[in-house]
């Protein structure tokens, strides 16, 4: 019995289904995780995922998770930076299809893959991922060679350009080091759900255990379609999106 | 027949010139620097988009030049051609002095310079970072090892084996640089297993070039005979390395254009990419390639030391010119994320870059260094042959 | 020359003791209230922390960084919060590492810079939790 559920599984179960059953009974986000007392290291028995599914989530939606995010963690509100210099943890997008037109809002951010680009070039491993899954930037290894950025294909990492204070107390930052969505790392080890994920409220973004065959996510990735950007590289990565 | 070797005496009105302008240079740069770290990177023209700017392009320029220059030593000792034996411990000087200069651009470009005990402690093999700064280091020892060998007598008879190994760690050190690249496999601009034997081509043209000028420049300024043997060879050779540059150019971009999914990013250098087609174009090809090679072989120009100079120097002006493209050019052109879609809001577009002066400084600093070090070197310890005159050099020369 | 490193090395480590016994004047305002309570929050002793805090923090950072685990003890957090003190006039947190505050005083004297607060929160905790 393995329970890792790679790419191929997920493709083979939703082509398995028919297209448009997006609808799915729960409307539960906040699903109750097992005991995570945080006192135990987290372990690989686990794997966490974000369902995002673009036809229902609407472009003030997104405007909510990326000021949730940004009132959570605390970037945004640099005042040196200008432009592209700005950091960016996770953006709202606009992508029309060039053969029928269509129009389709998301959001992105760390996708958080399972063979991540930006671990591999990192030569500090500052750029880490957890046993869970849960890609970050232990920025007291960091040097701010921006390798990482170089590497990654979402263009989800930030580099701070300038100096910062009164940063959140459990979300340390600093000039000169790399920084991307942490997937609230710091609630997910509380039990609670990522900042982004507690604004939209609804299904339309579902955070779960991808491994956990009773949680909702993995539940609703065996019934609906979903994709992953770039799914040609082969990242196998956390975040998925149906709709696109 | 026995070579003899001195040091440059070094106290002439033009070397404390040389030594006091490259002086102004270096604590220029280290101004720079520190305005750089103090403020934060938002006083650079970097951003998140172009994460590596103008002085990733010195440093890396710096770099390769370095493993380039010690194929003149190479040459000597591996493939036993006698006449480059009198030039090999400047070859090593030069590629040591090249890497300093280089390595010290990119650590202090660095968003945390100060942790740089992190980057020699902590290592993650799978990077090839990792992998660059145990070749740099490497290098270094590796080379300074050869140099002692030439020095001391009683080793010369290792000297040859020593040269080899050096050779070959060289070219896995070239390799390393140009597959910080080549293995990015999210940019279409890089990911091309062409970019390490490019870069190691590369580095012969710009490390000849940076020899060339520097031996020309040295003998001329301490009066010292060097022969048209020497030179022309040396010219003749950095020709056919410039030609071969060319050809790996030609066949990167014919085989990227011939892929659909780097179609876009191979328009946009080429065709229309604005200021980096103009640059590829004009400085690159132009500049840097055609008018080096016409330098070198027009029959008129044939052993006149000015032109060679220009087109060594135009080698590398067009060098920068074309890691400037790679890197920035590179950087610039957007991630392709939705194949078969086009992004409307929230990213693409190409990302715009104007190099600030600090950061630009710290580029021109690196190459200072290079050069101070290069002039005290050849007057503490005898680098330089006291005669490269044609009689010396090569006895079979026909003049 | 050997005996200029003697010199040298006695005034350094001299240093680093001395002020081993010194009266805190600004040991903050939860730690002076514990110790003023005849309570002992440091129960391996005060030399140990003083010695061995780096060693301790360090450890619980790659503990709570790469394995999640997210307890109170050795938390930097908590060094923060128990000893910052509040400017008496503007009622406002001093920053932990400025100028006089808890952490410079000894890192001042012995010459060792503090890296933490590149990053991290200077003052006791504010925002959304």
């Given at each position: 019995m393995s329970k890792t559920l790679n790419r191929r599984d997920f493709i083979k179960t939703s082509s398995a289904t028919t297209v448009?059953?997006?609808?799915?009974?729960s409307g539960i986000t906040l699903t109750t995780f097992a005991a995570n007392t945080s006192d135990n290291p987290v372990t690989s028995e686990k794997r966490w995922g974000m369902l995002i599914d673009t036809n229902k989530l609407t472009e003030a939606n997104i405007d909510g998770m990326v000021s949730a995010c940004q009132q959570e963690n605390?970037?945004?509100?640099?005042?040196?930076?200008t432009g592209d210099q700005k950091p960016t943890w996770v953006k709202k997008l606009k992508v029309q299809d060039k053969a029928t037109g269509k129009i389709t809002s998301l959001p992105l951010m760390c996708q958080h893959c399972e063979e991540p680009p930006c671990v591999d070039v990192c030569p500090t491993n500052a750029s880490m991922k957890r046993e869970d899954g849960i890609v970050l930037v232990d920025k007291h290894l960091?040097?701010?060679?921006r390798y990482c950025m170089m590497a990654c294909p979402y263009d989800a990492r930030s580099f701070v350009h300038e100096e910062l204070t009164d940063q959140r107390e459990h979300m340390p930052r600093g000039k000169g080091t790399v920084e991307s969505c942490t997937l609230c790392v710091h609630k997910v080890d509380n039990n609670e759900t990522p900042a982004c994920v507690a604004s939209v409220n609804s299904d339309a973004v579902i955070f779960g255990d991808l491994y956990d065959a009773n949680s909702n996510i993995n539940q609703t990735l065996k019934k609906v379609q979903s994709a992953q950007i770039r799914a040609d590289l082969d990242l196998n990565t956390g975040v998925r999106y149906s709709g696109i | 027949m026995n070579i003899r070797y001195e040091e440059t005496q070094g106290r002439s009105l033009g070397f404390y010139a040389l030594i006091s302008g490259l002086g102004i240079l270096i604590l220029a740069a280290l101004g720079a620097v520190y305005y750089m770290e103090h403020h934060g990177h938002y006083v650079t023209g970097m951003s998140n988009r172009i994460v590596w700017g103008i002085p990733h392009v010195f440093a890396l320029f710096l770099i390769v030049a370095a493993s380039g220059a010690l194929n003149v030593a190479s040459i000597a000792s591996v493939f036993h051609k006698k006449m480059y034996k009198p030039l090999s411990r400047l070859s090593g000087l030069v590629a040591l002095a090249l890497l300093a200069g280089g390595l010290m651009v990119l650590v202090l470009d660095l968003g945390r310079p100060d942790r740089l005990i992190i980057a020699m402690t902590e290592y993650n093999f799978k990077s090839i970072f990792a992998w660059n700064i145990i070749l740099y280091n490497g290098f270094f020892v590796i080379v300074a090892v050869y140099l002692w060998m030439m020095f001391e007598r009683r080793m010369n008879k290792f000297s040859s084996k020593a040269g080899l190994v050096a050779f070959s760690w060289r070219l896995i050190l070239t390799t390393g640089t140009g597959s910080i690249f080549g293995f990015l496999v999210a940019r279409q601009a890089y990911d091309a297993v062409i970019m390490a034997p490019m870069f190691i081509i590369m580095s012969f043209a710009f490390g000849l070039a940076f020899f060339i000028l520097i031996l020309m420049a040295s003998y001329k300024w301490t009066e010292r005979p060097l022969g048209d043997a020497v030179v022309d060879r040396l010219g003749n050779l950095l020709g056919v390395f410039v030609a071969a540059v060319m050809y790996f150019v030609v066949v990167k971009h014919l085989g990227s254009l011939y892929l659909a999914e780097n179609a876009g990013v191979e328009n946009f250098i080429l065709f229309d990419g604005g200021v980096y087609t103009q640059l590829f174009w004009y400085g690159q090809i132009i500049l840097g390639s055609l008018i080096p090679m016409a330098l070198i072989y027009h029959p008129a120009l044939k052993s006149n030391r000015s032109t060679l100079g220009l087109a060594s120097l135009l080698v590398l002006i067009g060098g920068v010119i074309q890691l400037y493209i790679i890197i920035i050019g590179g950087q610039a052109y957007p991630l392709e994320m939705f194949p078969g879609k086009e992004i409307l809001e929230g990213y693409g577009g190409i990302a715009t870059y104007t190099p600030s002066l600090p950061e630009t400084i710290l580029g021109v600093g690196g190459i200072a260094v290079a050069l101070i070090a290069i002039t005290f070197l050849v007057k503490i310890l005898p680098f330089l042959p006291e005669s490269l005159a044609n009689e010396v050099a090569d006895p079979h020369h026909k003049g | 020359m050997y005996r200029l490193v003697v010199i040298l090395m006695v005034l350094l480590v001299g240093n680093v003791f001395a002020e081993r016994h010194a009266d805190y004047s600004n040991l903050g305002e939860e730690a002076s209230n514990i110790k003023a309570s005849g309570k002992i929050f440091h129960t391996d002793g005060l030399d140990v922390i003083r010695k061995m805090h780096p060693e301790f923090l360090n450890h619980k950072r790659d503990k709570t960084h790469r394995e999640g685990v997210r307890t109170k003890e050795n938390s930097l957090k908590g060094c923060v919060n128990c000893h910052a003190t509040k400017d008496k006039q503007t009622n406002q947190y001093h920053s932990i590492n400025d100028q006089d505050q808890f952490c410079s005083t000894c890192h001042q004297k012995v010459s060792v810079s503090v890296d933490c607060f590149s990053c991290h929160r200077t003052t006791p905790r504010k925002g959304t939790k």
């Open positions: 448009g059953v997006a609808t799915i009974a605390g970037w945004g509100s640099e005042v040196h930076s960091c040097i701010g060679c | - | -």
